[in-house]
C-alpha cells in the first residue's frame, strides 16, 4: 500500500464495492456507529481512487446553499462561489456527507437529481445544469443508533443509494488498528479491545453509545505517550461515555476488574 495513501484495514470487500460504485457511477451510503472508520474509509478510496475529496460535516443549520454555492461581496463586486458539492462535481471528486441524517430536509432534495440516471446538479441561482463527469461520486452516511422519528432518511432518499453497513473491527482487527495509529505495541493495546468489547455490552442498558475506535485510539496514544493507563482509560474512555455519576461509577468498575 502507498504511503500516501491514509491508513485503513479492511474489515471484509468494502474497499472492493467502493470502487465498483465508483467505476459503476453509483451513490454509496455509509451505515454504522460513530468512530468506527465510516470517514476514514472514504479519505482512503478516494485516495486510492486519486480523487479529490470534499467533506461536509451535515447539522440542522447545514442549508442547500452550503452545498451548492452563492454570491458573495468580494472587492465591491458581487461573485458567485461554488459549495463543497459543487466543487466536486465539477472537478469529478469524490463529495462525502458525513451524518447526512442531520441536514434539513431542503439538502437532501438537492441530492436527488445527482443520485439517478441523470446525474445532474441544477444551479438555480447562476442558471446552470452541471453534468457529473464519470468521475464523481457522492457517498453520504449516518449512525442508525441516533435515528428517531424526526431525523430519519425518507425511503425515496434512501433508495437512491447502495448501501454498506460498517460496525467496530472484530477484536484481531481493532487491535492491528489501534497498534498501528497509536504506536502503542499490541500486547498493551490487548487489554484496551477487551475493556472496548466490555463497555459495548453496555450499549442500550446504561450507555446510548459505546466505546468507539477513534476513542480506542486516542487512549493508546496517550499511553504510548507516557500517561498512566488507569488516566488515559479515564479521559478517554470514561467520561466522554457518559455525565451521570452512577453511570461512571460502573465504568469505571469494568475498568478496575480489567486493570486492577
Not at 33 to 45: E, S, Y
Not at 96 to 125: C, F, G, M, N, S
Not at 138 to 151: D, E, F, I
Amino acid at each position: 500500500m502507498s504511503e500516501s495513501l491514509p491508513f485503513y484495514l479492511p474489515q471484509g470487500n468494502e474497499c472492493a464495492l467502493f470502487e465498483l460504485a465508483w467505476r459503476h457511477r453509483l451513490p454509496l451510503l455509509l451505515k454504522g456507529p460513530t468512530g468506527c472508520g465510516k470517514t476514514r474509509f472514504v479519505a482512503h478510496m478516494a485516495a486510492r481512487l486519486g480523487r479529490s475529496l470534499f467533506t461536509v460535516s451535515c447539522h440542522d443549520d447545514l442549508t442547500a446553499a452550503d452545498l451548492t454555492g452563492r454570491y458573495l461581496l468580494k472587492g465591491g463586486d458581487t461573485v458567485w462561489t461554488d459549495g463543497p458539492l459543487t466543487s466536486a462535481v465539477r472537478s469529478g471528486g469524490v463529495c462525502y456527507l458525513d451524518e447526512v441524517v442531520e441536514a434539513r430536509k431542503d439538502v437532501t432534495v438537492v441530492l436527488h437529481p445527482l443520485t439517478d440516471d441523470r446525474r445532474i446538479l441544477p444551479l438555480e441561482r447562476t442558471g446552470e445544469m452541471l453534468a457529473a463527469p464519470p468521475e464523481f461520486m457522492l457517498v453520504a452516511s449516518y449512525n442508525p443508533g441516533y435515528q428517531n422519528v424526526l431525523k430519519q432518511l425518507k425511503p425515496s432518499t434512501r433508495q437512491r443509494f447502495m448501501a454498506i453497513e460498517f460496525d467496530f473491527p472484530a477484536p484481531d482487527l481493532e487491535r492491528r488498528v489501534v497498534a498501528e495509529e497509536s504506536g502503542l505495541e499490541e500486547g498493551k493495546v490487548q487489554a484496551l479491545i477487551l475493556l472496548a468489547q466490555r463497555l459495548r455490552a453496555l450499549k442500550g442498558h446504561d450507555l446510548e453509545e459505546g466505546v468507539s475506535t477513534r476513542l480506542l485510539v486516542y487512549c493508546a496514544t496517550l499511553m504510548q505517550a507516557g500517561l498512566a493507563v488507569r488516566d488515559a482509560v479515564q479521559v478517554t474512555m470514561v467520561e466522554p461515555l457518559s455525565d451521570d455519576p452512577e453511570v461512571k461509577a460502573g465504568l469505571e468498575e469494568v475498568v478496575k476488574a480489567i486493570f486492577g
